[in-house]
């Protein structure tokens, strides 16, 4: 049976991931972590775009911040 998650929930995660340290709770990889777990938890796809992919998903903005970042 599926999950469902409230809005004053997902708003409470929301703030926990914003409130974290940017070098180790801001990185790519560690929100990465958190959809894979949350997608495995409630039998949810989750498609992951990276690098190039970006660009031809449409995602502009995002390839330019990201390619401004070590990670």
């Known amino acids: 049976m599926h999950k469902i998650i409230s809005l ?3 708003r409470n995660r929301a703030r926990e991931w914003a409130n ?3 070098d180790i709770e ?3 990889e560690y ?3 958190i959809a894979e ?3 495995n938890e409630n039998e949810v796809d989750l498609t992951v775009i990276r ?3 970006l660009l031809k998903q449409g995602f502009r903005l995002m ?3 990201g390619r401004g970042s070590s990670r």
Request: aromatic share 10%; glycine share 20%; net charge negative.
């Open 63 to 65: 390839h330019a911040v």
């Open 20 to 22: 974290g340290r940017g």
């Open 31 to 33: 929100f990465l972590k």
């Open 8 to 10: 004053a929930e997902a």
């Open 37 to 39: 777990t949350f997608a």
């Open 51 to 53: 690098g190039d992919d």
């Open 26 to 28: 801001g990185s790519p």
